[in-house]
């Protein structure tokens, strides 16, 4: 009985040992992780002068009542703190987000070691809220950058920055990947891949480093979701993953813009009543609602209603993911391209064209043509929900401007344009063509059907 014991004693201290062992080396990795990065990171403080009207006496209007004509301009300077990452030591770059010196008149960057220097600006991407900083002097330090597709959930990782305030520059903290691919966290025109984590991100850690266990930069800290008004940390912070990074950093340091592959589509969730719909045995890929003239996608033959399922050799998990494959994809390069139409698999082949700025305006609004004071687009199965349409053909109208023609004569969101001039349309590709055909005139005649009775409306251009 007695050796038993002290055998169980034996074992219980060898366990208690190894675990401590553990924890001892888990605590060492954290902390040379820490080591390494701190002095890669740095402190980003803007200034901006903002103009303001003054007031007599603190007051809008005189003693009169009225406002004074003339108001003087006054000038106040605007402070604010953000994080940034040394990734070329050599040659002073530094990557920090875009928000953080956006409209920024005076940069300054501050080291680990207290030296402060006026950075200039390389180039920034508001798209991805991106941006390239640059400082000249000498010992610096730099992080390795690792690949963000390795990442898995669940994996620990580490954020770097200045929350707050710049007394607390090089705050640590740890957490785990908490998922990948996250997307719709701004807006739909901005490219998102976040990484989504629990480690603590607060204001003034935008910019800063998120890294895996090895020391390398996985990912530039960007925003934090609150569920409420206050602006601090509640476990869910997004980070722009790196390998999104290289290639934005790469164009702003050699072209000072990004160069971004066109294929001109407009497209949507497949969810599960789409699926339904179009009798579809998967929830992934994205589906083709609107194709922009003369693109890269009508070249290519692709049409409404074809569902993305694979472009190159990767797979389309959803319309953010798309977007992101096709801007990192080199322009003039031939893909193909796997759609389901008609419940068939078909291949098609694209030829991705660089995209343009006015490019980009008209992909921000791709799905909709703004003229003679409307918005129109093409009517979707949602929108024939929402507007409670039967099976009518044309185009709907989502916005009216206030003071135009069109709301003058009471044309309104949910109104169906049938016909221009003498012509039916079905889409708003043929709107557009109809409209360039009545260019001529001084003004159109359309045809406008609401609560299932047409009327015909004349706009002046």
Same mark, same amino acid.
């Given at each position: 009985?007695?050796?038993?014991?002290?055998?169980?004693?034996?074992?219980?201290?060898?366990?208690?040992?190894?675990?401590?062992?553990?924890?001892?080396?888990?605590?060492?990795?954290?902390? %040379?992780?820490?080591?390494?990065?701190?002095?890669?990171?740095?402190?980003?403080?803007?200034?901006?002068?903002?103009?303001?009207?003054?007031?007599?006496?603190?007051?809008?209007?005189?003693?009169?009542?009225?406002?004074?004509?003339?108001?003087?301009?006054?000038?106040?300077?605007?402070?604010?703190?953000?994080?940034?990452?040394?990734?070329?030591?050599?040659?002073?770059?530094?990557?920090?987000?875009?928000?953080?010196?956006?409209?920024?008149?005076?940069?300054?960057?501050?080291?680990?070691?207290?030296?402060?220097?006026?950075?200039?600006?390389?180039?920034?991407?508001?798209?991805?809220?991106?941006?390239?900083?640059?400082?000249?002097?000498?010992?610096?330090?730099?992080?390795?950058?690792?690949?963000?597709?390795?990442?898995?959930?669940?994996?620990?990782?580490?954020?770097?920055?200045?929350?707050?305030?710049?007394?607390?520059?090089?705050?640590?903290?740890?957490?785990?990947?908490?998922?990948?691919?996250?997307?719709?966290?701004?807006?739909?025109?901005?490219?998102?891949?976040?990484?989504?984590? %629990?480690?603590?991100?607060?204001?003034?850690?935008?910019?800063?480093?998120?890294?895996?266990?090895?020391?390398?930069?996985?990912?530039?800290?960007?925003?934090?979701?609150?569920?409420?008004?206050?602006?601090?940390?509640?476990?869910?912070?997004?980070?722009?993953?790196?390998?999104?990074?290289?290639?934005?950093?790469?164009?702003?340091?050699?072209?000072?813009?990004?160069?971004?592959?066109?294929?001109?589509?407009?497209?949507?969730?497949?969810?599960?009543?789409?699926?339904?719909?179009?009798?579809?045995?998967?929830?992934?890929?994205?589906?083709?609602?609107?194709?922009?003239?003369?693109?890269?996608?009508?070249?290519?033959?692709?049409?409404?209603?074809?569902?993305?399922?694979?472009?190159?050799?990767?797979?389309?998990?959803?319309?953010?993911?798309?977007?992101?494959?096709?801007?990192?994809?080199?322009?003039?390069?031939?893909?193909?391209?796997?759609?389901?139409?008609?419940?068939?698999?078909?291949?098609?082949?694209?030829?991705?064209?660089?995209?343009?700025?006015?490019?980009?305006?008209?992909?921000?609004?791709?799905?909709?043509?703004?003229?003679?004071?409307?918005?129109?687009?093409?009517?979707?199965?949602?929108?024939?929900?929402?507007?409670?349409?039967?099976?009518?053909?044309?185009?709907?109208?989502?916005?009216?401007?206030?003071?135009?023609?069109?709301?003058?004569?009471?044309?309104?969101?949910?109104?169906?344009?049938?016909?221009?001039?003498?012509?039916?349309?079905?889409?708003?590709?043929?709107?557009?063509?109809?409209?360039?055909?009545?260019?001529?005139? %001084?003004?159109?005649?359309?045809?406008?059907?609401?609560?299932?009775?047409?009327?015909?409306?004349?706009?002046?251009?």
């Amino acid at each position: 009985m007695k050796k038993t014991i002290i055998i169980f004693s034996i074992i219980f201290m060898c366990t208690v040992s190894a675990q401590n062992s553990v924890v001892k080396q888990f605590s060492d990795a954290l902390a %040379d992780v820490a080591e390494k990065a701190n002095p890669a990171v740095v402190t980003i403080m803007t200034e901006t002068v903002m103009e303001m009207k003054s007031f007599h006496g603190g007051f809008p209007f005189d003693q009169f009542g009225f406002s004074p004509k003339n108001k003087p301009q006054r000038k106040y300077r605007g402070r604010a703190l953000g994080s940034g990452v040394i990734v070329n030591k050599e040659k002073g770059y530094i990557l920090t987000n875009n928000h953080v010196i956006d409209k920024a008149e005076e940069i300054n960057v501050k080291l680990m070691d207290k030296r402060i220097f006026s950075a200039t600006v390389i180039g920034k991407d508001p798209k991805t809220d991106l941006a390239v900083l640059q400082i000249e002097t000498d010992d610096l330090t730099s992080l390795n950058l690792g690949d963000s597709d390795e990442l898995r959930v669940g994996e620990w990782v580490m954020a770097v920055g200045s929350p707050f305030s710049e007394n607390l520059s090089h705050t640590v903290t740890t957490g785990i990947v908490s998922a990948l691919g996250r997307s719709n966290v701004f807006s739909g025109d901005h490219y998102e891949n976040f990484i989504q984590t %629990d480690a603590a991100i607060n204001p003034g850690n935008s910019g800063g480093a998120l890294l895996n266990m090895s020391g390398e930069l996985v990912g530039i800290n960007t925003a934090i979701a609150t569920g409420g008004y206050e602006k601090a940390n509640r476990g869910v912070g997004f980070a722009i993953p790196v390998n999104m990074v290289k290639k934005v950093m790469n164009d702003l340091i050699e072209h000072g813009y990004v160069v971004r592959a066109w294929l001109g589509v407009y497209i949507q969730e497949v969810n599960d009543d789409v699926a339904k719909a179009l009798d579809l045995d998967t929830r992934d890929g994205a589906l083709v609602s609107s194709i922009v003239e003369d693109s890269p996608a009508e070249k290519a033959g692709l049409e409404e209603g074809d569902v993305i399922i694979q472009f190159g050799e990767r797979t389309v998990m959803n319309p953010a993911n798309l977007k992101n494959i096709v801007s990192s994809t080199p322009s003039s390069t031939r893909r193909e391209v796997t759609i389901i139409r008609d419940g068939k698999t078909k291949t098609l082949y694209v030829t991705l064209e660089e995209l343009k700025e006015n490019e980009a305006q008209s992909l921000a609004a791709q799905t909709q043509t703004e003229v003679l004071g409307l918005t129109v687009k093409n009517i979707t199965p949602e929108d024939r929900e929402r507007y409670e349409l039967d099976d009518v053909d044309g185009v709907v109208v989502t916005n009216v401007e206030p003071e135009s023609k069109a709301a003058r004569e009471g044309l309104r969101p949910g109104d169906v344009i049938t016909r221009v001039g003498t012509r039916r349309i079905s889409s708003k590709k043929e709107f557009s063509k109809e409209l360039k055909r009545e260019k001529n005139t %001084d003004s159109v005649l359309l045809l406008v059907k609401r609560e299932n009775i047409s009327r015909f409306y004349t706009l002046e251009r």
